[in-house]
């Protein structure tokens, strides 16, 4: 089975502070992507990763960067958190043999609670 | 006009029952359909993946899905109160590459 692991499930950041959030995940996966939950809105994407070193940018990528150093391992980054960044993230990965955009399914970790006071 | 609409309940039923959820679009590009289920502060988990029209079965659960009426459905036969948990449509269209879009999610809870 697929694993993603997302390093924490519940954060409590303050405003300003530089937020990092870990991802890691087992399948070998190229493709890796970051994702908020917000009632109502369902599913955004930030940002997403393609390849070592590689990323575009999703619909909501404004005041978040990310890292991807090694293929398993995809960093999301709230430079300075602001309270409306509070929110449910999710990392997913998937197969991404036709390129940046893949036609096949996203598998998901079980997400970071974040609040900014 | 949101690309992919889905009822956001909650739907409630009596355990045994069977369950339809749907999702309708827009962009008649989509051809990859997904289901995924997720449970209270989890994330999503994939349950279907189709392509194209037709049926695909997977024990109790049937993804359905109609390009001519852009709607797709998912259908749980004897349900369970395991089975309560919020279902996100997803589908994805080529457009220079293939890029997926999620519904925003229906809450079903099954009544023992």
């Known amino acids: 089975d697929v694993k993603v692991t997302q390093s924490s499930r519940y954060l409590v950041k303050r405003t300003g502070e530089k937020v990092f959030l870990e991802c890691v995940q087992d399948?070998?996966?190229?493709?890796m992507f970051w994702y908020r939950q917000d009632p109502g809105l369902g599913l955004r994407l930030i940002y997403f990763?393609?390849?070592?070193?590689?990323?575009e940018k999703g619909d909501i990528p404004e005041g978040y960067s990310v890292s991807r150093e090694k293929k398993e391992r995809f960093s999301l980054i709230l430079e300075s958190a602001s309270t409306n960044q509070t929110s449910m993230y999710l990392c997913?990965?998937?197969?991404?043999?036709?390129?940046?955009?893949?036609?096949?399914?996203?598998?998901f970790g079980d997400g970071t609670r974040l609040s900014i006071l | 006009q949101k690309e992919v609409e889905q009822d956001p309940g909650p739907l409630s039923v009596p355990e045994g029952a069977i369950v339809s959820l749907n999702c309708t679009y827009s962009?008649?590009?989509?051809?990859?359909f997904m289901w995924y289920r997720q449970y209270s502060r989890k994330g999503p988990e994939l349950l279907m993946y189709?392509?194209?029209?037709g049926n695909k079965e997977d024990g109790r659960f049937t993804a359905q899905v109609d390009k001519s009426s852009k709607y797709i459905s998912l259908f749980i036969r004897d349900s369970q109160p395991s089975d309560s948990a919020t279902y996100l449509c997803?589908?994805?269209?080529?457009?220079?590459?293939?890029?997926?879009?999620f519904g925003a999610g229906t809450r079903l809870f099954v009544k023992a």
């Open positions: 997913a990965s998937g197969e991404g043999q036709t390129g940046p955009y893949s036609n096949q399914p996203q598998h």
């Open positions: 990763s393609y390849d070592v070193k590689m990323k």
């Open positions: 962009n008649s590009a989509f051809q990859y």
């Open positions: 399948m070998d996966h190229e493709n």
């Open positions: 997803a589908m994805s269209a080529y457009t220079g590459g293939f890029k997926t879009i």
């Open positions: 189709t392509y194209s029209s």
